[in-house]
């Protein structure tokens, strides 16, 4: 027999009441005592004022009581009972239910307890039999299933905001808010660990606290720890933080990416708690709420890399000098894009839905889009030139097909090209009779000196044929240096120079044009030296061109003055002539390759096109200016500036 059990002989109240419930068995005569003794459960007797009669060793060993100091105690001390709670309500009240225990040294267990009462013959209530169950793996289970709901209804609901959210980035405080009150910790960080420049180094991207640990400072807490952390780069980590810094706190680290050899993101939770005794379902908890943190950070930069693509192609998209249109196999508008410039551009608006056919003529939009295209865009299709009734500029379509149903129409302003291709044309032609004039001239003059003839004709016939291979070499010298010019290949000097000598040795060069044609020149200023920055070769072309198209174009007996000024900075040189002019329209064009004006063609004057380009890309090199004042049938006047040694 226990020693702790409460012996019949020694409890007459018992032993009656064992008896009385003896009547309930059919007339067996069982051993009572002994069952009340070996049960494993705990077992109590409860007087109906509800004080402690007796109990068996299970029940005395759960409580932690002795014998002598449990019988008689109030069971209120030790049981937390309903207010109210009366024999009575015992009796007529279910028989099951969960209590807590208060065990002498002040801690409490859960149990679960049955009650029966024990009748006298009288049928009379004599006593409670109170059965109880300790259930505190069961509570510690069901606890443990409630806090991970609590964990995952809590992500779940943060996850789901985070995710709807257009701003990420700002949501995932409150992700990591979330975990943490959930999880019941002081700090919840994501952290990175990266190793750009060879040592490996730790940057925290996002932080949440308790207001009342506000002064928590996780990098100081995660430092001293990053080589475990590189030398461990998988699974749950656990380990002190670091006293001295950041007080008597335990920690958890969770990758959230990927990582290799240890580099990457980490979920890090940081609690008051000397241990972190995480169980297996708390950690599959807070791994999910890293992998659901991970998700939406990688969607994040799935999202921002492709708004920097986008940004990155409508950035390139707008400063193409091209329309670029995308239409479906009906020729239906579906996206647009054009510079603002275009000469073509509308609003998006303004043309999206609209079929091609509806906002330019139909007989374009069906070369265009080529035929067969109502079956499906199978090849590329290009319309090389093309103009619209409402602009006078040129235009080059490409469609080129994305799929069956959809393809991209380019448009390109061709104007300036077709332009180039014509003026380049006409300088073939130019050229072509530049070259094979003087050339026939110098022939016939050989053919006359070869018969023979007077020594003042050989004489003449002598000056023709030098005339004119100098002409010839004029017009290929200008076209090796606009080649020169074109490709980057002609180097000028940046030396001092005597512009007055530049000035007479280009008027001297240009006489002998000047005399043939009845022109006077005169050089007006030229008294003192003018120093200049420049090439000496180079000034001489051109003012040998600015003063040669200026007795060009200067009807018989005029001047061509040439006149020079100084500034602090520099020194101006105007060509003036009295000639035909130019027509205001084309003076902004002047200066371009194989450009001519169209009253010099009409008036059939010769020239390449070619001279003026040079003159301004040696002006612009040298760091010089030049301009152009004109008044039709009353002359042109030029004006070369260019800067003294020395200034700015």
């Keep these: 027999m226990d020693e702790k059990t409460i012996p019949l002989s020694q409890n007459a109240p018992l032993q009656k009441l064992l008896v009385g419930a003896q009547k309930t068995t059919s007339g067996r005569n069982l051993n009572y005592r002994a069952l009340f003794d070996q049960t494993q459960e705990c077992v109590f007797i409860i007087g109906l004022d509800l004080t402690y009669i007796s109990a068996n060793g299970q029940a005395l060993q759960l409580l932690r009581y002795e014998e002598k100091e449990l019988i008689g105690m109030p069971v209120s001390k030790v049981m937390s009972l309903d207010e109210g709670l009366t024999h009575a309500s015992l009796v007529e009240g279910p028989n099951l239910y969960e209590r807590i225990l208060k065990r002498k040294d002040g801690t409490t267990v859960p149990v679960e307890v049955s009650t029966s009462v024990v009748y006298e013959t009288a049928n009379e209530p004599a006593y409670i039999l109170s059965i109880a169950r300790d259930i505190s793996e069961r509570k510690n289970s069901e606890e443990m299933l409630k806090k991970q709901a609590r964990i995952l ?11 709807q959210s257009s701003n990420i980035e700002g949501r995932i405080p409150e992700v990591l808010e979330s975990l943490g009150r959930a999880m019941d910790v002081v700090c919840c960080v994501i952290f990175e660990v990266t190793a750009f420049s060879g040592k490996p180094t730790l940057e925290i991207q996002y ?14 807490a995660l430092s001293p720890r990053l080589a475990a952390l590189l030398n461990e780069p998988g699974g749950v980590f656990h380990g002190t933080a670091d006293q001295k810094n950041s007080g008597d706190l335990s920690f958890g680290l969770v990758p959230i990416h990927a990582v290799a050899q240890g580099f990457g993101s980490y979920l890090g939770l940081f609690d008051d708690r000397h241990d972190l005794s995480w169980s297996a379902s708390e950690r599959e908890a807070i791994q999910t709420a890293a992998n659901l943190v991970g998700s939406a950070l990688q969607r994040n930069d799935y999202e921002e890399a ?14 193409l000098p091209d329309l670029l249109i995308r239409v ?12 603002p410039e275009h000469p073509l551009y509308l609003h998006r608006d303004v043309i999206t839905g609209k079929r091609l056919a509806e906002i330019w003529p139909q007989e374009v939009a069906q070369q265009i889009m080529g035929e067969g295209h109502g079956h499906g865009f199978r090849s590329p299709q290009v319309l090389e030139r093309f103009t619209l009734p409402f602009s006078r500029d040129e235009y080059e379509a490409r469609l080129v097909p994305i799929n069956l149903r959809e393809a991209l129409i380019v448009i390109r302003d061709i104007t300036k090209r077709v332009q180039l291709d014509q003026m380049k044309s006409d300088f073939i032609n130019r050229a072509s009779h530049e070259l094979r004039t003087p050339l026939t001239s110098a022939i016939l003059m050989a053919e006359l000196i070869q018969e023979g003839g007077t020594s003042q004709e050989l004489d003449e016939y002598w000056r023709t044929l030098k005339s004119e291979l100098n002409r010839q070499k004029i017009l290929i010298d200008r076209l090796l240096i606009a080649g020169r010019l074109e490709n980057g290949m002609m180097k000028l000097e940046h030396a001092p120079v005597d512009l007055v000598r530049v ?10 044009i000047a005399y043939k044609r009845k022109v006077s020149v005169q050089l007006n200023g030229l008294n003192n030296s003018a120093q200049v920055m420049g090439d000496t070769s180079a000034l001489e072309q051109v003012f040998i061109n600015l003063i040669n198209n200026a007795i060009k174009f200067s009807p018989e007996g005029q001047t061509v003055n040439i006149d020079l000024s100084g500034t602090d900075s520099g020194f101006s040189v ?5 000639g035909i002019g130019i027509p205001p329209e084309a003076v902004s064009h002047l200066f371009e390759r194989f450009y001519r004006a169209k009253n010099v063609t009409i008036a059939e004057i010769p020239g390449s096109g070619i001279g003026l380009y040079i003159v301004k890309e040696i002006v612009d090199e040298l760091g010089g200016n030049i301009t152009v004042e004109t008044i039709i049938q009353q002359g042109t006047t030029f004006t070369v500036s260019l800067k003294k040694p020395g200034s700015a």
């Excluded at 932080?207 to 100081?220: G, L």
């Design 153 to 163: 209804s809590a992500i779940s609901d943060a996850t789901a905001r985070l995710l």
């Design 207 to 220: 932080t949440w606290r308790k207001k009342e640990r506000s002064d928590f400072n996780a990098m100081q």
């Design 328 to 339: 479906d196999s009906n020729g239906t508008i579906l996206d647009y894009s054009a510079n």
């Design 574 to 578: 105007s060509i003036v002539d009295h």
């Design 503 to 512: 000035l007479r040795e280009s008027a001297q060069a240009v006489q002998p």
């Design 306 to 319: 492709l708004r920097s693509s986008e940004a990155r192609n409508r950035i390139i998209l707008s400063a």
